[in-house]
């Protein structure tokens, strides 16, 4: 039986301060996201813990201390899309889809840098996106668990150690 796409309207607002350096872009929150209430919420996604290890942090487990973490990283997260129609977390089922605004967090911020995590958020970025905010993206692999098999955990840190370098 063929699934069908749903309507999804992004749950989280934009995590940012005056002091964010860099923006990193998802591409919409999955439903295991949803179901945490935070970004990067499956469980098995590396999101976090490859930032923790780069960053030399502690393990971030609650939505309070990883908030906490980006700030004091100056590191500002959202994601590409507003709404969209996707099945479950498929990003390459995803149609009709709407771009958030990202001229408030630029405006309000030091970002310079913004990063893409994934090949579908980087497309929705550049034919979307750039041309409001002027910023090229850099692509980063996604950190989805379904990208372990091109991806393993140290691979990852490798090319997010570049956000380390782009903070400070």
Not at 21 to 45: D, W
Request: with cysteine; aromatic share 14%.
């Amino acid at each position: 039986m063929k699934k069908e796409p749903t309507k999804i309207t992004h749950p989280f607002a934009p995590i940012y301060n005056a002091q964010s350096k860099i923006l990193i872009l998802g591409t919409m929150a999955s439903p295991k996201s949803r179901e945490y209430g935070f970004f990067y919420g499956h469980p098995q996604n590396s999101f976090w813990r490859v930032l923790a290890h780069i960053f030399k942090s502690e393990t971030l487990v609650g939505i309070e201390d990883k908030k906490k973490f980006l700030l004091e990283n100056k590191i500002a997260l959202w994601d590409v899309l507003h709404s969209c129609e996707i099945i479950g977390a498929d990003d390459n089922s995803i149609r009709n889809p709407v771009v958030n605004n990202f001229s408030e967090i630029l405006r309000k911020s030091k970002i310079k840098n913004i990063f893409t995590t994934g090949k579908i958020a980087t497309k929705l970025y550049e034919k979307y996106c750039f041309k409001d905010t002027s910023i090229p993206a850099v692509y980063l692999p996604s950190t989805s668990p379904a990208n372990r098999k091109y991806y393993n955990f140290d691979k990852l840190c490798e090319e997010y150690k570049i956000i380390k370098f782009t903070t400070g």
